[in-house]
């Protein structure tokens, strides 16, 4: 009993964790099913056919060529506006630094389906072409302030001094940054683009308000399909999803740690 | 020697460089002027959009038509307060999940506090869509879940209080809550431990070697210390669960429809812009409402 007292936290712990990770687990045991009907909602028969065939369903690797295409493009783009903010914001003193803070706050304190909608309305109004550009275009807004935090993070806990002795050193400001600040700052970095990918990747509301027939999306794709039967593909897609950012974390701490027994 | 030691010894006051001051607004200007172009000044077309009078075929014209606003409250308020209150309630579920857990892994997880993290992390990689459709399985009729549910009389304490109508499940209001509980979770629990594994284990050991309870020290030491991040979290749970469509459309029912849903569908579908982009507007000012009131809250609190 007293064992239970002691650890009760821990069991509350892992019970939320069981909560959080219950529909991946679904989502993998479903990627093998042979639905039985159009719905993919209960297990019929174990079969490997969407993992042999993932792009068998109509349109799926068209949307999920585009949703890649988009999230490289939106998180390359966002992470190099979003560091160099983050850059000025943890390294400069200037004027109009609350007013910028507040400018980067905003859109994470924006509903989605409001940011979609009013992009609309300026979309709408400058006759801009509801597609592909748009939808980069709102991604790259909604992601900029992410990345700026995750790479403020960082830098925040950089010692200028590093920076300060490479100056001493000779270094001049472009090598100081290159070679000092740049590869101190990148975990950050990374974090904030893979953040920002995944935020792009997933993003359904405002994509949809910006999207056009022959932009289709991999998560529109999926609501399309979740009226009329999801395909098991969709499932597979999502099963390696979740596998590829295990590894992909998994790796990136596995890298931290050996960076820093290098620093040792 | 550990990189922290090299490394925290950083101010988080950054230091003065006044002598290139125009490189800081160089920095700063594509970003934010992408952020002014793309997301202040759809604000302002968003405005002007909702007091125009037209038609998508005809076009629109500014008319100054502020009734629209009333008309808008009137005849869609219960989605706005429905929409209120489900995220109230799912953002005071995510607390109450989210804390023991985001505690766990700041203070007690030791050598598994990366794999945990990991673990809360990982599943905001798969497509939210992909994972709530997962809840339709799990919670529908022929599954363990429900009829373990219906043996406990889960079901009918929560047809006693109204949050489902029948002995389903799926399709209520219990459901809808629930998905959006599970959706945000991850950023009431990342808040959460970023301010948790600030606290010093010491202040739990100091008020237990003076006598405190473990309730006692909970409430007087590690809540207040940990209400930057209980703030964080709340509202980065709380905005987009209020605004989110999603979990109503695929988990409710047509009495769980969420404003979101309305405006979605006054915006795509029925293509009444000046009524979409007023019921747009009017979300904006009440979350930037809520949310002020309350951090000034939160803020005072924090002082006492």
């Not at chain 2, 489900?86 to 985001?102: R, S, W």
């Not at chain 2, 373990?148 to 489902?164: C, P, R, S």
Request: proline share 5%; aromatic share 12%; with cysteine.
């Amino acid at each position: 009993m007293a064992w239970i007292k002691r650890h009760l936290i821990a069991f509350a712990a892992i019970a939320v964790l069981i909560y959080m990770l219950v529909p991946n687990v679904i989502v993998a045991a479903f990627s093998f099913n042979d639905p039985k009907g159009k719905y993919n909602y209960n297990f019929n028969e174990f079969s490997t056919a969407a993992w042999t065939n993932p792009c068998g369903a109509q349109g799926i690797c068209e949307s999920l060529g585009l949703s890649l295409q988009i999230g490289v493009i939106a998180s390359l783009t966002a992470t190099v506006l979003g560091t160099m903010i983050a850059f000025a914001l943890g390294r400069y003193r200037f004027r109009g630094r609350s007013a910028t803070n507040l400018l980067i706050f905003m859109p994470m304190a924006t509903p989605e389906v409001v940011m979609g909608s009013s992009l609309l309305t300026l979309f709408l109004m400058l006759g801009v072409p509801s597609g592909r550009t748009a939808i980069l275009i709102a991604h790259i807004m909604f992601c900029v302030s992410f990345v700026v935090v995750a790479v403020k993070a960082r830098v925040a806990t950089l010692d200028p001094k590093l920076e300060e002795a490479a100056a001493d050193l000779g270094a001049n400001p472009a090598q100081t940054f290159l070679r000092v600040t740049l590869p101190l700052a990148a975990p950050g970095i990374a974090a904030g683009a893979l953040l920002a990918f995944s935020l792009s990747f997933d993003d359904y509301i405002i994509t949809n308000f910006n999207a056009s027939p022959s932009s289709i999306t991999f998560p529109m794709f999926v609501w399309g399909a979740s009226a009329r039967g999801v395909p098991v593909q969709v499932y597979v897609i999502g099963t390696v999803m979740f596998l590829l950012a295990l590894l992909f974390v998994v790796t990136g701490q596995v890298i931290g740690k050996r960076r820093n027994r290098q620093v040792a | 020697m550990a990189e922290g030691s090299v490394l925290s010894t950083g101010s988080s006051a950054p230091p003065s460089r006044r002598r290139r001051n125009w490189v800081p607004y160089a920095l700063l200007l594509p970003g934010l002027l992408w952020l002014v172009v793309f997301f202040v000044l759809p604000m302002v077309t968003l405005g002007s959009q909702s007091l125009q009078e037209g038609n998508v075929d005809d076009g629109y014209t500014f008319t100054g038509n502020v009734g629209i606003y009333a008309d808008a409250l009137r005849q869609y308020w219960p989605q706005y307060l429905r929409s209120f209150l489900y995220a109230g309630t799912a953002t005071v579920l995510a607390l109450l999940l989210g804390y023991p857990l985001a505690y766990f892994i700041a203070q007690k997880a030791g050598r598994y506090k990366n794999l945990v993290l990991v673990l809360v992390i990982a599943p905001f990689f798969t497509s939210f869509l992909i994972r709530t459709l997962a809840w339709r399985t799990i919670l529908s009729d022929d599954w363990f879940v429900t009829t373990w549910a219906q043996k406990l009389h889960i079901t009918d304490l929560l047809q006693a209080v109204g949050l489902t109508s029948n002995d389903s499940l799926l399709n209520s209001k219990f459901a809808v809550i629930m998905g959006l509980t599970y959706n945000f979770l991850p950023f009431m629990i990342l808040p959460l431990y970023t301010s948790l594994e600030r606290l010093d284990p010491r202040l739990i050991e100091a008020a237990g070697d003076l006598y405190a309870s473990p309730w006692q020290t909970f409430r007087k030491v590690t809540w207040p210390l940990s209400l930057p991040g209980v703030v964080a979290g709340t509202l980065l749970t709380f905005i987009p669960a209020a605004g989110d469509f999603i979990n109503a459309r695929l988990l409710g029912n047509t009495q769980t429809t969420m404003i979101g849903s309305v405006i979605d569908s006054q915006f795509l579908r029925v293509l009444d812009y000046p009524l979409a982009a007023a019921l747009s507007f009017i979300l904006l000012i009440l979350i930037v409402g809520i949310v002020s009131v309350y951090v000034r809250r939160a803020g005072t609190e924090e002082l006492l």
